[in-house]
């Protein structure tokens, strides 16, 4: 059965951008042909990139028009307004600060830094620039039911929230993995990489500011040739009036027909809702949204099936805060890197 969105939650279509010049530095990651492509959607060109890096051959060949060049070649190309970053986790935050000290805004794949030094340099690069500094957390911006989700919880649609529980399983495929993968120094822990999407909803859905990290666990239980990397990690937030319960791993096993099961519950003082994964006949469908209150249980159609970008481009255009609030990158990132260093050793 379908629904519509309740009052409060709605569709907001597209938003023009002009043509803007984006640089791409580091070609570690795959998301970053996700976030070019985007951009791209959006109205951006790209013009230059950094010509080295795992991706760097595939980048090249599927953008034949940008100009292949180092880092200083990005940053000062005149046509380049926004730098996109995707490199070794450990090495974005130096090369956000480099591209904000250009003059120039930045969007990053997450984590956005590994350290609480890095994150205090981005935050002194952003104010002595007063340019942007984005990271994207696409497990909210790229899936339209948890977007949707996000603004009902906003918006009263299940009364007060009192608890957010997440679960994101991903296929570890470690030996498809680059090198810099298996070094926590470089990669940047399961709690810095993969738990920054749960504590974005977590804040997202919540509207917190002050985010207390109750517990945090991480350790290695299937992974022994591998023994400095974490499979499995946990959390408990606390903000907003709300609690947070959340569990990412590398443990999702091959027969899944996509690359994780992730699971959103938000449960409120007057109903609850869920973004779930369909899978039929063996084929994993788009994630679905269904809410359940006093009126019934059913899915909710239409989603808000904005582009980020959209919204993102704007914002570059005249400082807006369409896509995130300037801090909220910032309040993710320390959230996470004090579940880090609170965390302590997954035990059964």
Avoid: C
């Avoid at 530095?25 to 890096?53: C, I």
């Avoid at 000062?76 to 070794?88: F, K, Q, Y």
């Amino acid at each position: 059965m379908s629904g519509t969105l309740p009052a409060g939650a709605t569709y907001v279509g597209p938003v023009a951008a002009a043509r803007a010049g984006i640089g791409v530095v580091g070609l570690e990651h795959l998301h970053v042909f996700e976030l070019v492509h985007e951009l791209r959607t959006a109205g951006a060109r790209v013009v230059a990139h950094t010509d080295g890096g795992t991706f760097a051959a595939e980048f090249a060949g599927w953008l034949p028009e940008s100009r292949p060049t180092d880092r200083n070649g990005v940053l000062s190309d005149p046509d380049v307004e926004l730098v996109v970053l995707a490199g070794v986790p450990a090495d974005r935050a130096g090369d956000a600060v480099a591209a904000l000290r250009s003059g120039r805004s930045v969007l990053v794949d997450k984590p956005g830094v590994t350290t609480a030094d890095q994150l205090d340099e981005v935050q002194a690069a952003v104010a002595a620039s007063g340019r942007r500094w984005w990271v994207l957390f696409s497990e909210r911006f790229g899936v339209p039911a948890v977007r949707t989700a996000t603004a009902m919880a906003r918006s009263g649609a299940v009364g007060r929230v009192v608890a957010v529980s997440g679960s994101a399983p991903h296929r570890a495929a470690f030996a498809s993995r680059p090198a810099w993968f298996a070094d926590p120094a470089r990669a940047g822990s399961l709690l810095v990489d993969l738990a920054t999407h749960q504590v974005d909803q977590f804040v997202a859905v919540t509207g917190a500011d002050d985010v207390r990290v109750v517990h945090a666990a991480s350790g290695n239980v299937a992974a022994p040739e591998l023994p400095a990397v974490h499979d499995v990690a946990e959390l408990v937030l606390e903000g907003g009036g709300a609690r947070g319960f959340h569990r990412v791993d590398f443990l999702e096993a091959d027969g899944f027909p996509a690359w994780g099961d992730v699971r959103l519950v938000v449960t409120g003082t007057e109903g609850r809702l869920e973004v779930r994964t369909p899978i039929l006949d063996g084929v994993a469908g788009s994630p679905e949204l269904w809410i359940t209150d006093a009126a019934s249980h059913r899915r909710v159609e239409p989603l808000d099936q904005r582009n980020w970008a959209d919204e993102l481009l704007a914002d570059l255009a005249d400082d807006g805060e369409r896509l995130m609030p300037r801090h909220h990158p910032v309040v993710v990132s320390r959230v996470v890197l004090d579940a880090q260093d609170r965390a302590v050793a997954w035990s059964p």
